[in-house]
């Protein structure tokens, strides 16, 4: 919803707002019907098909309005609040200026839209604050294959992992790599670009094509500026993320939770 109180220039918070939108919107939001009872549904839904003509709304009511309805020339109109318990998360306003064109059946549908409308947004809103905590939170404990030719590169990429809470397994080789994916199953897979037998990428490549579309994601180790850059512009699918040499703990699970969502 976009709130357009009367002091629209004042630097107010947004229940502020709420709380001065002086107007049938504002009302219907906040749940007063005392001013025009005769208007409202059951629901809270205002409803009015001939917005001139109403003698419901007192005329003190009408002169705290913004007059936005007047000015268009809105005759039928309903206003539906979608709340999906006791917050209302959303307006559907439905206006026209022609009169009576709003039926009773007409508007009963909409109250069910708005309930359905409003179930939408509550579920979207839950769904970013869980991701917002899962973030918060850092990655879940996961199985990880850390494939580096230089072992204490290895050795010191497993005891970050591992510091983490993560149960890890390394490798010093692609091939050997990929002995040990056809033997156990990982989560997550961080392997150096650059090594003898089989680069980081042709690994990354080789997993894709025998394990997909159940195939662990890849993050890519590098040291060299030019691979970083070669990664990027070629966007290669089969990689999941990109961490540049040296990086530090939070730099690895941060491309760890990247990776794993």
Same mark, same amino acid.
């Given at each position: 919803?976009?709130?357009?109180?009367?002091?629209?220039?004042?630097?107010?918070?947004?229940?502020?707002?709420?709380?001065?939108?002086?107007?049938?919107?504002?009302?219907?939001?906040?749940?007063?019907?005392?001013?025009?009872?005769?208007?409202?549904?059951?629901?809270?839904?205002?409803?009015?098909?001939?917005?001139?003509?109403?003698?419901?709304?007192?005329?003190?009511?009408?002169?705290?309005?913004?007059?936005?309805?007047?000015?268009?020339?809105?005759?039928?109109?309903?206003?539906?609040?979608?709340?999906?318990?006791?917050?209302?998360?959303?307006?559907?306003?439905?206006?026209?200026?022609?009169?009576?064109?709003?039926?009773?059946?007409?508007?009963?549908?909409?109250?069910?839209?708005?309930?359905?409308?409003?179930?939408?947004?509550?579920?979207?809103?839950?769904?970013? /604050?869980?991701? &917002?905590?899962?973030?918060?939170?850092?990655? *879940? #404990?996961? +199985? $990880?294959?850390?494939?580096? =030719?230089?072992?204490?590169?290895?050795?010191?990429?497993?005891?970050?992992?591992?510091?983490?809470?993560?149960?890890?397994?390394?490798?010093?080789?692609?091939?050997?790599?990929?002995?040990?994916?056809?033997?156990?199953?990982?989560?997550?897979?961080?392997?150096?670009?650059?090594?003898?037998?089989?680069?980081?990428?042709?690994?990354?490549?080789?997993?894709?094509?025998?394990?997909?579309?159940?195939?662990?994601?890849?993050?890519?180790?590098?040291?060299?500026?030019?691979?970083?850059?070669?990664?990027?512009? /070629?966007?290669? &699918?089969?990689?999941?993320?990109?961490?540049? *040499? #040296?990086? +530090? $703990?939070?730099?690895?699970? =941060?491309?760890?939770?990247?990776?794993?969502?």
């Amino acid at each position: 919803m976009n709130f357009r109180p009367r002091d629209a220039g004042a630097d107010l918070s947004a229940e502020d707002k709420l709380t001065r939108l002086a107007c049938l919107c504002g009302r219907v939001i906040r749940g007063e019907r005392a001013a025009c009872e005769e208007l409202f549904t059951a629901k809270g839904c205002l409803w009015v098909n001939d917005f001139c003509d109403t003698v419901e709304i007192r005329r003190d009511i009408r002169e705290e309005m913004r007059q936005v309805c007047f000015q268009e020339g809105f005759q039928s109109f309903v206003l539906v609040p979608c709340p999906p318990d006791n917050e209302t998360l959303a307006l559907l306003h439905v206006c026209d200026k022609r009169r009576g064109l709003l039926s009773r059946k007409m508007v009963a549908a909409l109250e069910e839209t708005g309930v359905h409308f409003a179930k939408l947004i509550f579920q979207l809103r839950e769904l970013k /604050r869980a991701q &917002s905590q899962s973030r918060e939170a850092g990655p *879940k #404990p996961a +199985s $990880v294959l850390v494939v580096d =030719d230089e072992e204490k590169m290895a050795s010191l990429v497993r005891n970050m992992l591992e510091a983490g809470g993560h149960q890890v397994t390394t490798a010093l080789s692609g091939p050997e790599a990929l002995e040990i994916l056809s033997e156990q199953k990982v989560d997550l897979i961080v392997t150096d670009f650059n090594m003898a037998d089989m680069s980081g990428l042709a690994l990354a490549i080789e997993i894709g094509r025998r394990w997909r579309p159940y195939a662990p994601p890849v993050i890519l180790m590098s040291g060299t500026f030019s691979e970083e850059m070669l990664f990027r512009e /070629r966007e290669f &699918s089969d990689v999941a993320a990109f961490l540049a *040499k #040296p990086f +530090s $703990v939070e730099t690895l699970m =941060d491309a760890i939770h990247t990776a794993m969502r």
